[in-house]
């Protein structure tokens, strides 16, 4: 494993943490100013398509300075590792979305208000995200063994998610959702976007700071695995954070557009739990065996391709040969639990 070094220089820092803070704000008062309303597929497309379009756009300005200020090698490789890492984490955070799925379903947040929720979790994702990097590089500057810890965790990882694929993780036995329970006030009903509301004197929580708290929960975990994976690519700081952030940022449009299919992406699952697999082996395999990023860039995205390829086309099949299982799927995705 190599050491820690990055190209970024504090206004760089600073240039892009404002740019992400800027979007955020016009989403939160420009765009958050207009009336609760549900995220149409259109909408949501945009958008996904506008935060690919944005990372494109980085990769590629980042090699046209890096290029010029550093030379061609250097300004090839962390590209590289800027779009490995990107298609990485943008991947693994799939697997969140799905989750949110069964959290708003469990909660019934009505369609209206996923938006504000997501929005404020991926507030709060950022800060997690920038503290848990941070230490996770600075761990490796000191510990360089633990490399190879992260790369074992996630060979575990993805052994996991393959053989409980099938596995839907009960949100009623949550800790946090327990807790709760135990120790909240909480309103039974939603009161708008409203986190908290006064009753009688009294502040309540709403269910929307309840389903918020859960989001943040569960993207916690989830970042436990994708952080550790982008290190098998990258140590650099500023490029796992980038790409975290541009696959964060794009998350919530992604939730929006593919969330109602999720039944059809059944096998993204396994292909997801291969790829931590071969990222935590290549992780191991490094004092002996060195894959280029180019290779892992390429890895990826075969594996996702097949995945997500066989898990289109199975699930036509499925339909052709049992048509009824579209309604039974329509009627029980409608429910919502009280």
Request: net charge positive; aromatic share 14%; charged share 15%.
């Amino acid at each position: 494993m190599s050491g820690i070094e990055t190209f970024a220089t504090f206004p760089m820092w600073v240039g892009f943490i404002g740019f992400v803070t800027a979007i955020l704000a016009l989403d939160l008062f420009v765009f958050g100013g207009r009336l609760a309303h549900r995220v149409s597929p259109r909408e949501a497309l945009s958008w996904a398509l506008a935060w690919v379009i944005l990372a494109t756009l980085f990769g590629c300005a980042q090699w046209w300075f890096l290029d010029g200020a550093e030379g061609r090698v250097l300004a090839n490789r962390k590209t590289l590792e800027f779009f490995t890492g990107y298609l990485i984490e943008l991947s693994l955070s799939v697997d969140n979305m799905f989750v949110f799925s069964l959290i708003f379903g469990y909660f019934a947040v009505p369609p209206e208000l996923q938006r504000r929720v997501l929005l404020f979790g991926v507030l709060g994702a950022i800060v997690m995200r920038i503290a848990m990097i941070l230490a996770g590089v600075w761990l490796l500057s000191k510990f360089v063994w633990l490399f190879y810890v992260f790369g074992l965790f996630l060979v575990i990882t993805g052994i996991r998610m393959l053989l409980f694929a099938e596995h839907a993780p009960d949100i009623g036995r949550n800790p946090i959702v327990r807790l709760m329970r135990k120790f909240m006030r909480m309103t039974q009903d939603y009161r708008g976007e409203s986190f908290f509301v006064r009753v009688n004197g009294l502040l309540y929580t709403t269910p929307m700071f309840g389903v918020l708290l859960i989001i943040e929960t569960t993207d916690l975990v989830f970042a436990v695995d994708s952080i550790p994976a982008i290190f098998a690519v990258t140590t650099d700081p500023f490029i796992v954070f980038t790409s975290n952030i541009f696959a964060i940022m794009g998350l919530r449009a992604l939730y929006f557009l593919l969330a109602s299919m999720a039944e059809r992406f059944r096998y993204l699952k396994y292909g997801l739990g291969v790829i931590l697999t071969v990222i935590g082996g290549k992780m191991l395999a490094a004092p002996w065996v060195h894959v280029p990023v180019l290779w892992s860039l390429g890895a990826v995205g075969i594996i996702l391709l097949v995945s997500i390829g066989a898990s289109l086309v199975l699930s036509q099949r499925a339909d052709a040969d049992d048509p009824a299982r579209i309604a039974d799927s329509t009627a029980a995705g409608s429910k919502r639990r009280p």
